[in-house]
């Protein structure tokens, strides 16, 4: 299992430790995620792809530092374009987000 450490400046809007928390994406769906997005809620102002180049393949897990406590809309897209948006996700501490077949289905389905 690969595991990828990121720190998140972009969302980090305030330098204190203790507004930050950890987010941690474990993917055991049958599709590779390609991208990841982070948005303050409701506002769906996409920042950058936190995997920029790196695919989380099924196994791999990445885990996101310094982000800044409260609601996000999340956007996780698949191998295939399919996009999943989770909204107001209320981030408090480490987050521990594992992404499944399930998901990722009730999320097309939705959209």
């Known amino acids: 299992m690969k595991v990828r450490q990121f720190a ?7 330098p204190m ?3 930050a928390a950890d987010v941690v994406f474990v993917n055991q769906s049958s599709w590779e995620i390609h991208e990841i ?3 303050p809620a409701k506002q769906k102002s996409w920042g950058e792809d936190h995997l920029d180049k790196e ?7 990445l885990t996101l530092t310094g982000v800044t406590k ?3 809309d999340v956007q996780v897209v698949d191998e295939d374009g399919d996009k999943c948006v ?6 408090d501490g480490t ?17």
Do not use: R
């Open 37 to 39: 997005y982070f948005s």
């Open 17 to 19: 430790i203790a507004s």
């Open 55 to 61: 695919v989380l393949n099924k196994g791999d897990s």
């Open 8 to 14: 998140v400046a972009a969302l980090a809007c305030l």
């Open 86 to 91: 989770l909204e107001d996700v209320n981030i």
């Open 70 to 72: 409260g609601k996000w």
């Open 95 to 111: 987050d521990k987000w594992v992404i499944t077949d399930k998901e990722l289905l009730a999320c097309q389905a939705a959209s």
